[in-house]
């Protein structure tokens, strides 16, 4: 396969409403979409959404670099997944600009040679996920998931709330019937001793794991000593060589990987077998993508087919995504085979 050219579109995708976590609430999104050609005239789609709170990495900074680092990928062979690593790994310091073009070679090359498709199960589960709503809120799209067919949850919880989600989750007859997994994401913001104050009002039977509940890797190393609730490592992971450091040299079992923080989707194959050595276990998640980015996702899912719940049901979000979702979430599950992935995508942002 040879890359015959590459158009960049920056783009604002707006949330269908305000969507809230422990730190920030999002009105909009703003990414970068790839449109790709070959030698061969196949055309792909991919997506670049730098989250900046995790780095120094904006849509800007991808737009001005973006000619000089694409004239050394222009025109290269390209036959395998090695081939695309060492194409983009000279890229240096620009993990959602090398995911992105990752995107793209690796939907030419299982274009030209779909025997590179990883083999994995025929569907993954994902988690529903629940923002910093009003209570009543929160209560009614609990509902709609469970009664939807969802088995894993994920909640936003801050100094607000907590008292209330253990509440609900501890008390909900209709959630332990329906043998719900429930996960917690704090996004950093609470100190050590709330931290561990938190852990201990919710039930462990309940909760699967509690997403980075302080910002200091050292004392999540502690509250995972201390709790029978596992904890999640999310926004402290911010490289690849970090995430491989942790997965040796830390206690904690649950790492949550971005493709777009790590640097591309390849990268999880590389973690798939230390974390199987050392026990650990890796959930892929998104980065806020649109139904494009969601695509590539899944690729990464397939890589990985470690049979966990993964994160990646984020798209559904945005009022203006660029094309139909192909694999819509169905009670939980997201239905996935080769020739689902090589499937046109129709959009028109390019025209």
């Not at 890359?3 to 970068?32: E, Q």
């Not at 501890?170 to 996004?187: G, P």
Request: a negative charge.
């Amino acid at each position: 396969m040879i890359l015959k050219r590459v158009k960049y579109k920056p783009f604002r995708l707006n949330f269908n409403s305000s969507f809230n976590n422990s730190k920030t609430t999002f009105a909009f999104r703003d990414v970068i979409f790839f449109e790709a050609e070959d030698s061969c005239g196949r055309i792909v789609y991919s997506e670049s959404a730098p989250l900046p709170e995790f780095g120094t990495e904006t849509t800007d900074s991808i737009t001005n670099c973006f000619d000089e680092v694409i004239k050394d990928i222009l025109g290269k062979e390209i036959h395998s997944f090695d081939d695309i690593t060492n194409l983009l790994d000279p890229i240096g310091n620009k993990p959602s600009l090398k995911c992105g073009l990752e995107q793209i070679l690796i939907a030419l090359l299982i274009r030209e040679n779909p025997a590179l498709f990883p083999k994995s199960t025929s569907h993954f589960e994902v988690n529903g996920l629940i923002g910093l709503n009003d209570h009543q809120e929160i209560e009614k799209v609990l509902e709609e998931k469970i009664n939807d067919g969802t088995k894993a949850i994920k909640l936003k919880v801050n100094r607000d709330n907590h008292i209330f989600l253990s509440q609900l989750i501890n008390n909900s007859t209709f959630a332990i019937k329906n043998n719900i997994r429930f996960r917690l994401d704090a996004n950093s913001i609470f100190s050590f001793e709330e931290a561990e104050r938190v852990l201990k009002s919710f039930d462990p039977k309940k909760i699967e794991y509690f997403e980075q509940p302080t910002s200091s890797i050292n004392e999540m190393e502690i509250l995972e000593q201390n709790s029978e609730i596992p904890i999640a490592l999310d926004e402290s992971l911010t490289s690849y060589d970090h995430v491989e450091k942790l997965i040796k040299d830390s206690q904690i079992k649950y790492f949550i990987i971005k493709p777009m923080v790590l640097g591309g989707i390849l990268k999880i194959n590389r973690l798939k077998k230390i974390a199987n050595d050392y026990g650990k276990k890796l959930i892929v998640s998104s980065a806020l993508e649109s139904h494009i980015g969601k695509i590539h996702l899944l690729f990464g899912c397939a890589i990985l087919n470690n049979n966990e719940t993964h994160g990646i049901d984020t798209s559904f979000m945005f009022s203006n995504n660029p094309t139909n979702d192909q694999f819509p979430t169905i009670s939980g599950k997201v239905d996935w085979e080769a020739e689902l992935f090589l499937n046109e995508v129709r959009t028109t942002i390019f025209e």
